[in-house]
């Protein structure tokens, strides 16, 4: 039976109006989790009275809005000092009314062209910076770009302008690597495999670090780090194909990332790789982003998920792990892709597992295509057992934190991880 994954079964304005409002839900950049929440579980099916359970569960955390300085608003206007009060969480809401008034007056589309596509010196840094924070501003720009809401993408531009630029090196080193090589580009997870292979970049990041990828990579490999990320290009004729790699290679990645006889967990950064990766499917799709800058955020977006394996000590895909896999709800109606979606739409999260089940399913979706391509190491049944550890790893968690791992390759990542049960091993 097919799945419905998709975003406009009805009146999304409807949706907005009746379960959030931007001036009350989201007062702050870090507030944004119920909008992802509301609209992933609504493209999901749920009812209304889930979608009202679902908002109250999480209405807790919302804080009113920060005031508004009229005068920074004013300076945002001025291309010279549009960059004095980046990197600042304090003038997020200031970016955000700046955002919402070039919106007003342009639509979205362009203000998202002027930007973060244009290909200045300004637009390139705030590509960067939506790519921070482990994704979070492009993965809010997806839901402001998928639901076709442009109070949503303001948001995201004004989180984006509120988080650092130190990804930059990565970003446009690369680039300018992959642009000046004459080899064909190599699959993602042949990549992945040479990263883990390789003992200096596999080992660069440490336990200790503060940020694994800006303390650990770009400190100790960067170099290598760069030279294994340029090796995957995207031709603009190769879109869809190198779209539906990069969302199956970041499955593989996170849903093998398992520590047998440990039970079965989800990386929590690698997890934002999967959630962010629906979104390049929207991306692709529209026809205001040029076949380049389609091409340009997709490059990126893979890059950076191959510097976040990296980040968490390379811990190789297993496999066996998904293919043997035994559901907790076997052979029962939960077990299904419609018993696991109606599971995760009544899961009492912050949205991150609903984000999870939808993502994957999205990407054996757009995989099957290419089912049996050496690129693709998911695929058939394997995608069913990684919708049931999904929803299975979170089931019963006392909390958010205990719900995830945090850095699965490392030992200690697991050690507070109780052991499978015995017919799991």
């Known amino acids: 039976m097919a799945i419905c ?40 099916g749920a009812s209304p009275e889930v979608l009202q359970d679902q908002y109250d569960r999480n209405a807790s955390y919302q804080r009113a809005p920060q005031p508004v300085d ?24 200031d970016y955000l009314v700046f955002f919402q008034k ?16 244009k290909g200045d010196e300004r637009a390139d840094d705030m590509l960067v910076r939506m790519y921070g924070g482990f994704l979070h501003p492009i993965i ?73 990828i800006r303390d650990g990579i770009l400190v100790r490999a960067k170099d290598e ?7 995957w290009t995207v031709k603009p004729e190769e879109l869809e194909e190198k779209t539906a790699e990069m969302h199956n290679a970041a499955v593989y990645f996170t849903g093998g990332a398992q520590h047998p006889p440990k039970r079965v967990k989800f990386d929590f950064y690698y997890m934002h790789c999967v959630n962010c990766s629906i979104f390049f499917s929207a991306f692709r799709k529209q026809p205001w982003i040029s076949p380049a800058n389609k091409v340009r955020l997709l490059e990126w977006k893979s890059r950076l998920d191959l510097t976040m394996y990296v980040s968490r000590h390379c811990p190789p895909p297993l496999l066996d792990d998904i293919i043997h896999y035994q559901p907790r709800e076997a052979g029962q109606p939960g077990s299904t892709w419609e018993g696991i979606i109606e599971r995760v739409l009544n899961h009492p999260d912050d949205g991150h597992a609903s984000k999870l089940v939808r993502a994957i399913a999205h990407a054996e979706q757009i995989s099957k295509p290419f089912d049996g391509s050496e690129k693709f190491r998911i695929n058939g049944p394997m995608w069913l057992q990684l919708g049931n550890m999904a929803i299975d790893s979170v089931a019963g968690s006392e909390n958010e934190s205990s719900s995830w791992v945090r850095s699965a390759g490392f030992d200690q990542a697991w050690e507070k991880v109780e052991d499978r049960p015995r017919a799991q091993l």
């Open 5 to 44: 994954i998709c975003s406009h079964k009805q009146n999304v304005e409807d949706l907005k109006a009746t379960y959030m409002s931007t001036e009350t839900a989201f007062g702050s950049m870090y507030d944004h989790h119920i909008a992802h929440h509301l609209l992933t579980i609504y493209a999901l």
């Open 70 to 93: 009229n005068s920074v608003v004013e300076d945002l206007h001025d291309p010279s000092k549009f960059n004095k009060y980046l990197k600042n969480e304090r003038y997020y809401h």
């Open 102 to 117: 070039e919106i007003d007056e342009k639509g979205y589309e362009e203000v998202i062209n002027e930007y973060v596509l």
């Open 140 to 212: 809010h720009l997806g839901f402001g770009v998928e639901f076709k809401q442009p109070a949503i993408v303001a948001e995201a531009l004004a989180q984006a302008a509120a988080h650092d630029n130190w990804l930059a090196p990565l970003f446009t080193e690369t680039e300018k690597k992959a642009k000046a090589s004459n080899l064909p580009s190599k699959s993602l997870v042949e990549i992945l495999d040479s990263i883990r292979a390789d003992k200096k970049l596999s080992s660069a990041a440490h336990w200790e670090d503060d940020n694994k």
């Open 225 to 231: 780090m760069i030279e294994y990320a340029s090796q």
